[in-house]
């Protein structure tokens, strides 16, 4: 019947409640992926962001972005006509040919390559040293995206973090109480 103001922005909806009478839209991936950030201790504000893939979870990775004060978020597509159509939700945001790399300080990848051992055929060795290489993948626990970036000697993280946390949000918004999370809750997941 309606949505969140975070739905309503991204145009995604990952949690629905029932309040008075009306079904109402939410998006807690967007506090996930903040919260996922925050947790990893690394500063991005005034950062250059590359973001692989143009699908479902990208508008909420591009507002929590947004919200954390980044200096330029940049979209990769496989197929560009998808990441343009991001610009209708979001202004400011660049576009770049797929297989194309400049400098960027943090690299996401939102495509599904990785879920089954793919591999993203891009050269990400001219990126120098000190990146961020964030999959939002977390099963398999490091996706080739992620060994390509340790092996150049960069920080990796996989969406589990972002995972746990947006659970909560959808927890919290159903029924009105925050649980605990803790290296427990993390641990649980490793065992699946």
Known sequence: DKLSPEAEQTQSVNTITFDNGCL?????????????????????????VLILGAGGVVPSIILALKNMHVQQITISNRTREKAENLRTLFNNLKILEWGNLTDFHIVINATSLGLNNETINLDFSSLGQGKLFYDVIYNPHETNFLKTGKQLGHKTENGKTMFVYQALEAFKLWHKIEPKVNSDTFRLLDND
Do not use: P, Q
Request: charged share 25%; hydrophobic share 40%.
């Open 24 to 48: 109402v839209g939410h998006n807690t991936d967007i506090a996930g992926f903040h919260a996922a950030i925050k947790k990893l201790n690394f500063s991005v504000k005034g950062k250059k």
